[in-house]
């Protein structure tokens, strides 16, 4: 979702770029073409993901990966590592979030000099839940969050990778304050498709987290621009 904007915001600052990817021959879990593409790298940007709710699946998948990427790194001696994770998950340590809490805590306990940098859910995210979704009525759990653009955060990545290891990079986040039931209802509007959309609020820590509103990141965190319905007439929307 963001690595062809990370891609093509480090090609537009000049860098060279290598893609880790299966389709380029390298796996990050079991680690195989990883020495040799990180060869001559000055820094690696990681933005792999995987789709679950199973807290078990996401922490074997986060810190195997991580496990993997560092252990090349500090082969070939890369100086800097860089992780996208999500804004507000600390105590959302739960499904998920478990997983990607755990790969922030491989990534500081590692040899490789690091920045975590967190962003808030991407304007995708919407829509990534209404095509999982059969049936009349689209039922979304209750959130409260802050979207941002997948192209804002592949460039806050790079900026992130130029200005070397700091630790934790300061939090992205979108323009304005969203309800995820809304945000839906827009999205079926904008597409002409007549559709309810149906919030509902569910037990569990996983759950109440996205409620809570602790996803839409503090004060401090750094504003994207391009608000939701911006992008949904963008010509990223209509890659995605």
């Known amino acids: 979702m963001v690595g062809r904007h990370t891609v093509a915001a480090a090609q537009a600052a000049g860098h060279d ?5 299966r389709s380029t021959g390298v796996d990050v879990v079991s680690g195989d073409g990883l020495d040799e593409a990180l060869q001559g ?3 690696v940007i ?3 993901n995987t789709t679950t709710l199973s807290a078990a699946t996401a922490i ?3 810190e195997t990966a ?3 990427l560092l252990a090349a790194e500090e082969s070939v001696g890369v100086g800097h590592h860089v992780a996208l994770s999500i804004v507000g998950i600390d105590r959302i340590d739960a499904s998920y979030y478990a997983g990607k809490l755990a790969q922030e805590r491989a990534v500081a306990a590692g040899p490789v000099p690091f920045t975590i940098a967190r962003a ?3 304007h995708e995210f919407a829509g990534q839940l209404l095509s999982g979704m059969r049936g009349p009525v689209a039922v979304v759990p209750t959130m409260r969050m802050r979207p941002v653009a997948a192209r804002e955060v592949g460039a806050h ?4 990778a130029e200005a070397g290891a700091s630790g934790r990079a300061r939090d992205l986040v979108g ?7 809304d945000v839906a209802r827009r999205q079926l509007a904008f597409d002409g498709v007549r559709r309810p959309v149906l919030g509902v609020r569910l037990p569990g820590a996983y759950w109440r987290g996205l409620a809570s509103g602790s996803l839409r990141g503090g004060a401090d965190a750094e504003q994207g621009d391009i608000a939701f319905d911006e992008w949904l007439s963008s010509a990223d929307r209509a890659r995605s």
């Open 60 to 62: 074997e998948f986060f």
């Open 17 to 21: 770029v290598v893609v880790l990817s």
């Open 157 to 160: 990545l790079v900026r992130a």
């Open 66 to 68: 991580t496990r993997r």
């Open 41 to 43: 790298a000055d820094a």
């Open 46 to 48: 990681d933005v792999t």
């Open 120 to 122: 808030a859910q991407f």
């Open 175 to 181: 323009p304005r304050d969203e309800v995820l039931a």
